[in-house]
């Protein structure tokens, strides 16, 4: 089941804050957060695990609510290369760890302009 | 370090004919994906090994889509024959075995006409 992501897209000035919702109907045993700009893959943003664990990446952080299954991702005094993709994936452990797999999001298009 | 390197690029084929992408994942990273990413859309997953194994290829359309590793590290994605709804950016990533962090490579765009 593909996990839902709002808002689609958001347009920012260069200093606004934002944040990315990520929910899904199955019970989550974590969430990853990843950025891909134009044309490029994704890249790792970072992991939250299933305890409601907060973690932060400097001026990016996220939040994960296993009872609410959903997770949101915190961008703070947003910079011009914040601009891309943010996709959520939710993982589902299927064999302690070995056989990890990812359902991701359809993406939030974010866009900081000066 | 070395990154997850794909190729080509970029390939245009017409419907019906045959294509193959190749992956070369970062050294030492035991777990290999390749997904499929429509534009507009998330990656999807088509199979995963965990070194020369499947451990999941339920989402793989098996009658056109086939996948290998050989020995362990580089691997192949193979369409025959290939549809118009294949065309899409074909994503190679990889891990360390029990780790969750997945490095993607830039990706093999893939336009059928």
């Known amino acids: 089941q593909q996990p839902v992501q709002s808002p689609q897209a958001v347009i920012l000035r260069e200093g606004e804050d934002a944040v990315i919702n990520c929910s899904s109907s199955?019970?989550?045993?974590?969430v990853h957060w990843y950025r891909q700009k134009h044309g490029e893959a994704p890249v790792f943003l970072m992991i939250?695990?299933?305890?409601?664990e907060q973690k932060g990446h400097e001026k990016i952080s996220a939040s994960f609510n296993e009872k609410k299954q959903q997770s949101s991702l915190y961008l703070t005094a947003s910079q011009l290369s914040y601009s891309g993709t943010y996709f959520c994936?939710?993982?589902?452990?299927?064999?302690?760890?070995?056989?990890?797999?990812?359902?991701f999001g359809k993406g939030t298009l974010l866009t900081v302009n000066p | 370090e070395a990154g997850v390197a794909q190729s080509p690029r970029y390939k245009i084929i017409e419907k019906r004919q045959s294509v193959a992408f190749w992956c070369n994942p970062i050294?030492?990273?035991?777990?290999l994906y390749w997904y499929q990413q429509i534009l507009g859309q998330g990656p999807k997953l088509l199979i995963q090994?965990?070194?020369?194994?499947?451990?999941?290829d339920s989402q793989l359309p098996k009658d056109r889509f086939s996948a290998e590793r050989l020995k362990g590290v580089d691997s192949t994605l193979k369409i025959q024959p290939a549809k118009l709804e294949d065309s899409a950016v074909y994503l190679c990533?990889?891990?360390?075995?029990?780790?969750?962090?997945?490095?993607f490579g830039p990706g093999t765009r893939l336009t059928v006409t």
């Open positions: 990533a990889s891990s360390l075995a029990r780790s969750y962090e997945q490095y």
């Open positions: 199955k019970a989550l045993y974590s």
């Open positions: 939250l695990l299933k305890g409601g």
């Open positions: 994936g939710t993982g589902e452990d299927q064999s302690g760890g070995s056989n990890y797999k990812l359902t």
């Open positions: 050294s030492g990273h035991a777990t």
């Open positions: 090994f965990q070194n020369n194994g499947v451990v999941d």
